[in-house]
């Protein structure tokens, strides 16, 4: 079993429509969370960093980090085309010198 | 005025062959890292240097070399180049103050062997 599970989707949605992105762990050690872009042939580009539990929110985006279900999500809402890229949820522990990442969801938005 | 950039940007070589990518921050982080991403787009940590020390080495083999010469670049050199080889390799960077271990990643150099 992978430290970190996300569903590689693809995920099409309608323009306007409200994405829904979600990774699980298994390592509770894990403290730092966070969400990057990468469009294709691109790098990774940070979107969304949380420390421990609770909510972010920035813009169209709102990050969610559930500790005791060891469960974290991604929401974009008002989705527009060119949100249309690859979402990979990063997370690390404390003294860690390395992301652990989930496989990415690919995200489609239709025009 | 990039954050971190590595060159090359693209790689083709014939099995067999040494070659070498580039990394360099501008951002002035301590720390810097290699990752390797497969077909599947599954990012995977390769090495970690802090303050030119390397602080992680994840079951890669012995054919991959990473060298530090100051806090800034990181370079990765590759021996005897396998077909298996052949994928993404991302240069990142990030500042280990405590509450603040977000990475910064470079374009990516795509590897390809033949």
């Known amino acids: 079993q992978k430290e970190v599970e996300q569903d590689p989707g693809p995920l099409s949605v309608p323009e306007g429509a409200i994405v829904s992105l979600n990774c699980t762990y298994s390592n509770s050690a894990f403290q730092y969370f966070m969400w990057y872009r990468q469009y294709s042939r691109k790098g990774p580009e940070l979107l969304m960093y949380t420390y421990s539990s609770g909510n972010k929110e920035d813009g169209r985006f709102t990050a969610q980090v559930d500790k005791s279900s060891k469960y974290i999500s991604l929401f974009i809402r008002d989705s527009q085309p060119s949100d249309s890229a690859t979402y990979l949820c990063?997370?690390?522990?404390?003294?860690?010198?390395?992301?652990?990442f989930g496989a990415g969801t690919t995200v489609t938005v239709r025009a | 005025d990039t954050a971190v950039s590595q060159t090359p940007k693209y790689l083709v070589t014939q099995m067999g062959n040494d070659k070498s990518i580039k990394c360099e921050q501008n951002?002035?982080?301590?720390?810097m890292y290699w990752y390797k991403q497969d077909s599947k787009k599954f990012l995977k940590i390769m090495f970690s240097?802090?303050?030119?020390?390397?602080?992680i080495n994840e079951t890669v083999p012995n054919r991959f070399s990473p060298k530090s010469p100051d806090k800034a670049h990181l370079n990765l050199h590759i021996n005897s180049l396998e077909l298996g080889d052949s994928a993404v390799y991302f240069c990142a960077s990030s500042q280990r103050d405590m509450m603040n271990t977000e990475a910064f990643f470079g374009q990516g150099t795509r590897l390809t062997v033949v």
């Open positions: 990063a997370m690390s522990a404390n003294n860690d010198y390395k992301l652990s």
């Open positions: 240097y802090n303050n030119k020390e390397l602080i």
């Open positions: 951002l002035g982080h301590d720390t």
